[in-house]
């Protein structure tokens, strides 16, 4: 069973406010993901890194930024958290080069 | 680029009854793919994946999947549904040069008494 989490599982702000939603695991995978994912819908990613001090964006564009200095932690923040921004957040995990990612339980996004 | 096509958005089967879901994939070279579910407010979780080799894979639950390049699939099976697999399946392809994932739509399985 993966160990990845995420924190807060659910979170409803206010427009405007800037939020951090946090990911970690505890595999010392070194490459980190996360999806956004509309209810019913397809992953989309929009950020992943390949290690410490590395990030790139995702197929999604996405006003979100993340940092990665620790290999374990790899936050995603929102600097002005907007009703368009209400989604689920899924943060995954993977080691090596073949792809297979674990995920955390996701975070659900509700701003209004 | 690479994509993944589930053709069914919603498949109801009966409690018992056997299972497969589709999954195509556009890929130039051998894929490795991939089958994760997703329970109602979860994370994805691992079914199994190909890489190499032997075709037919075994996966968690009771489930398996046949690659067959020929016809670009990945199809899913299971031969007695339970109720407790009434969730969503996505198919996962990974990207070229990467360890990146694109994902199909998903499958929505409903299971009936």
């Known amino acids: 069973e993966a160990d990845i989490y995420q924190t807060p599982r659910y979170l409803v702000i206010g427009t405007g406010k800037k939020i951090t939603l946090e990911c970690s695991q505890t595999?010392?995978?070194?490459?980190m993901y996360w999806y956004q994912q509309d209810p019913g819908m397809e992953l989309h990613l929009i950020h992943y890194?390949?290690?410490?001090?590395?990030?790139e964006k995702g197929d999604l564009s996405s006003e979100s930024t993340v940092s990665r200095i620790r290999t374990e932690h790899f936050p995603l923040t929102l600097e002005s958290a907007r009703p368009s921004h209400t989604s689920q957040y899924l943060c995954?995990?993977?080691?090596?080069?073949?792809?297979?990612?674990?995920f955390g339980p996701g975070t659900r996004l509700l701003v209004l | 680029a690479q994509s993944v096509t589930q053709p069914d958005i919603h498949i109801t089967v009966s409690e018992g009854a056997s299972l497969e879901l589709r999954c195509n994939y556009s890929?130039?070279?051998?894929?490795?793919l991939f089958w994760y579910v997703q329970s109602p407010g979860q994370g994805l979780q691992l079914l199994l994946k190909?890489?190499?080799?032997?075709?037919l894979v075994q996966g968690i639950k009771g489930f398996e999947a046949e690659f067959k390049r020929s016809q670009s699939s990945f199809n899913l099976r299971k031969p007695s549904v339970h109720w407790s697999d009434a969730a969503e399946y996505f198919c996962?392809?990974?990207?070229?040069?990467?360890?990146?994932?694109?994902f199909g739509k998903g499958t929505m399985l409903l299971v009936s008494p």
């Open positions: 995954a995990s993977s080691i090596g080069d073949l792809g297979t990612q674990y």
């Open positions: 595999m010392g995978h070194d490459k």
């Open positions: 890194s390949y290690g410490v001090n590395s990030t």
């Open positions: 890929y130039g070279a051998t894929p490795y």
């Open positions: 190909y890489f190499s080799g032997d075709t």
């Open positions: 996962a392809v990974r990207n070229s040069g990467y360890s990146t994932l694109t």
